[in-house]
């Protein structure tokens, strides 16, 4: 505590940057439990006691600010120096020979500033480029001590903090974010043994089976190598000639063209850990477990035409709404839940726990929650965390250990080899962001960019110079599973790997009609896009074998009679477990029904009800949500009783498809000139979101040619505004979409 004493919380001025006195203090009881002094322990551990993870956070501040410290740099009230910290006198001319005359080399102010720009960028990463990420923490609902020894694990209430990064996989660095990709959903835990890297995804299989076919089916994502084209999209040929020739794909290909591709925000999907992983405890024995994070908020997605439009006028969609929902104290949370079974457990299900293209279905193993994950600090610089964060499936600390899943394998040693050339050396793990909390003793040395001074004359092991320090750890350390192996060396593949449908019609079979109907979309859609006709039957000649029905769909939009169903490679296919599993729908995981964060516009003109607009704002406040007042221009506008508002958006800047619902009080009808706020109007009505009218404004919705005698829970047209609109309006939009409304092609 006397450490702590008078210590100032890094940043004191951030908390203003953004408005608000408090933005680093989580509210009562989401603050970073700090440890009692007495007890002499620390926020991170309740062992360790290493001068590094010792300290306990500032009341009310993330420990893993902490660490950071060290590195921070804040230049208020400084002066401006060369990087030899050498004060600059003159920022903006460079050194020449008479005003008029030659720039001369000796200028090392100039010289140095370029040269360090001309380096400024680093590669980007060759998948899941563009990423956004936030600190966090992770809290154990209970001991796991059976289970496992990782150390987030072992107490109930045990706090460890994270650094998760989610991002899209195939676009480059600056591409869109709602693109229709996989999202990734990476974790770094901060544990008390050295950090623990769950690299995950928003969707529980992968397309392929084998580490082996990696590089090929990135090479056949990614835009293609002539032309370089498209940017951040699978909707083309190499793509789909790929994995229609890969019916192993077929599975992922259902998520992948199902609402979970074009998530409603980061904060709002699922998160798996994909593969199947080891729990080992103390006595060393182990159980198979698979990893997934369900969000608080419940799952959402976007509508494709929402999507698109959303590139279009914030391509930083996904990383907006993260950082604002963080900056808000509006804290995304997600529980974490465990699958876990025995090897013999897993022998006699129908499919391979081994095999990256399958789920162990919840009927099966149902999903045990062990834990909940709150980000609730956004990083200080997007380059020095976000990008330089460097996760790697190898990182896993004792308690946790691997499968034999042969995709798992190749990535236990390709994301560590990334980071060396991406990241410039092998001490990527000294950059502070990867540097783990607990401390680093060994007698590795040296490489380009080494930040530790190793003290002393020994860098070797045995020895008797240095006491024989750093010693191994024996049993206290990472002791890898001792699983037996007796068998020959071969390339191939085990036979349950070979069937490629059944858990892909599980999941067509499980979703709701209308996100059955999204996926035949998405498939017509994407195929609409190739230029090669051969590969578009070649795909929905794979489909009659997940579902008749979308085949069928899927031809029928492409104009196509239907091929033959594929050739299976197993004539007789395992019979599976389960046919339907409600899981899968996304409809499932509804999280707590709240509105909280969500956008809502208030369109204002001059002459509106300001009674209406103000009880519409403090409603939407007092359920969590955001409402903005949408004008024709931003600024100021005057009310019917002469009040002034202020918009704070326009129909220019922020289209229809930024927001989660509408509201239009009385005199708004003053907008229907205006051919964007039709615009507006419709696109709420096609993308099935809550709209609201309010007295004369119900005429924008009539002018927006819905057809006539449209009704249904999420169009409140009040003609005669009475008490209780506001209550109504959040009712509807707490159903989030009303489905119920969408056709295809869509009415207006
Ligand atoms: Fe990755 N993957 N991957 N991947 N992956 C990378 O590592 C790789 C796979 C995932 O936010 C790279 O640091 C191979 C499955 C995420 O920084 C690279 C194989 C899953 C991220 C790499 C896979 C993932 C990556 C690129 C098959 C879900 C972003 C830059 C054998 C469980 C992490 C980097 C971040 C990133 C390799 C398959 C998830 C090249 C070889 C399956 C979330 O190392």
Redesign the pocket.
Same mark, same amino acid.
């Given at each position: 505590t006397e450490k702590t004493a008078g210590k100032v919380t890094f940043n004191a001025t951030k908390a203003t940057e953004y408005g608000r006195p408090n933005s680093l203090k989580p509210p009562a009881g989401r603050t970073a439990k700090l440890a009692s002094p007495s007890a002499g322990a620390s926020t991170l551990s309740e062992v360790n006691d290493s001068g590094k993870t010792g300290s306990p956070a500032e009341p009310g501040t993330n420990p893993t600010v902490d660490p950071l410290t060290r590195v921070r740099v804040d230049s208020g009230d400084r002066r401006l120096t060369t990087n030899q910290g050498v004060p600059v006198a003159d920022n903006q001319s460079s050194l020449k020979a008479g005003i008029r005359g030659p720039a001369l080399l000796k200028d090392f102010i100039l010289r140095e500033k370029i040269t360090h720009f001309d380096h400024e960028r680093i590669p980007e !990463?060759?998948?899941?480029a563009r990423?956004s990420g936030a600190h966090g923490f992770f809290e154990s609902y209970a001991s796991l001590k059976e289970l496992t020894r990782a150390a987030p694990f072992q107490k109930k209430g045990k706090r460890t903090p994270v650094f998760v990064?989610f991002?899209t996989v195939a676009g480059e660095r600056g591409s869109k974010d709602t693109a229709r990709d996989v999202r990734?959903?990476?974790v770094k835990f901060y544990t008390d043994e050295g950090n623990w890297d769950l690299?995950?995804?928003n969707m529980p299989v992968?397309f392929?089976q084998d580490?082996m076919k990696?590089p090929d089916l990135v090479h056949a994502v990614k835009p293609e190598p002539h032309h370089a084209m498209p940017q951040a999209a699978s909707a083309h040929d190499t793509f789909w000639d790929f994995v229609s020739l890969m019916p192993e794909s077929t599975h992922m290909l259902m998520w992948l063209m199902s609402d979970r591709a074009i998530p409603r925000s980061y904060r709002m999907m699922q998160g798996?850990?994909?593969?199947t992983f080891r729990f080992v405890n103390e006595e060393g024995e182990s159980r198979f477990v698979k990893f997934h994070w369900t969000p608080k908020l419940g799952t959402h997605s976007q509508v494709w035409d929402e999507a698109v439009k959303t590139s279009g006028c914030d391509p930083d969609f996904h990383r907006r709404d993260l950082w604002e929902a963080i900056e808000a104290g509006a804290y995304p949370e997600w529980e974490l839940g465990v699958q876990v079974f025995t090897e013999q457990e897993a022998e006699k299900f129908s499919f391979d726990v081994l095999d990256?293209t399958k789920i162990v279905p919840e009927e099966l193993v149902p999903v045990k929650p062990i834990g909940r994950m709150v980000l609730d600090r956004n990083p200080d610089n997007f380059f020095a965390e976000t990008e330089q964060?460097?996760?790697?499936t190898a990182h896993v600390v004792p308690g946790i250990d691997f499968s034999n899943d042969p995709?798992?394998a190749?990535?236990i040693h390709?994301?560590v080899?990334?980071?060396i050339s !991406?990241l410039g050396g092998p001490n990527f793990h000294e950059i502070p962001i990867n540097a783990p909390l607990a401390p680093v003793h060994n007698n590795q040395r040296d490489g380009m960019h080494r930040q530790a001074i190793h003290r002393g004359r020994v860098a070797y092991e045995p020895n008797s110079l240095a006491g024989g320090c750093p010693f191994q750890a024996g049993g206290a350390g990472f002791v890898s599973f001792p699983e037996l192996v007796e068998q020959d060396e071969v390339r191939g593949k085990p036979e349950k790997f070979a069937e490629h449908f059944n858990q892909a019609s599980l999941f067509f079979d499980s979703q709701a009609p209308v996100e059955q109907a999204h996926i035949a979309a998405a498939f017509r859609f994407e195929l609409s896009k190739l230029t090669v006709p051969a590969i578009r039957r070649r795909v929905v000649s794979m489909l009659r074998n997940v579902s008749e029905d979308l085949a069928a769909q899927v031809a029928e939009g492409l104009g196509l009679d239907l091929p033959e169903p594929m050739p299976r490679a197993l004539a007789r296919p395992p019979k599976p477990e389960v046919g339907k599993s409600d899981f899968l729908s996304l409809s499932s995981h509804p999280g707590d029904g709240s509105i909280a964060s969500r956008k809502i516009a208030i369109f204002v003109a001059d002459g509106v009800d300001a009674g209406q607009v103000s009880s519409l704002q403090q409603s939407l406040l007092q359920a969590g949500a955001v409402g903005r007042l949408v004008g024709s221009r931003v600024g100021a506008f005057t009310a019917a009783d002469g009040s002034a508002l202020e918009a704070d958006a326009s129909l220019e800047n922020e289209p229809s498809v930024l927001f989660d619902g509408l509201a239009m009080p009385d005199g708004a009808q003053a907008l229907s000139q205006d051919g964007r706020a039709i615009e507006f109007v419709k696109d709420q009505f096609r993308h099935c979101k809550t709209i609201l009218a309010l007295g004369a404004a119900v005429e924008l919705v009539q002018l927006s040619g819905l057809p006539s005698g449209t009704a249904d829970k999420g169009l409140l047209l009040v003609a005669k505004p009475k008490a209780r609109f506001e209550a109504d309006f959040i009712g509807a939009l707490k159903k989030h979409r009303h489905f119920e409304r969408e056709t295809d092609p869509p009415a207006v």
């Open positions: !990463r060759i998948v899941h990423g990064r991002s990734g959903f990476a690299v995950g995804n992968f392929i580490a990696f798996f850990g994909v593969h990256a964060v460097a996760f790697c995709l798992l190749g990535r390709s994301y080899d990334t980071q !991406r």
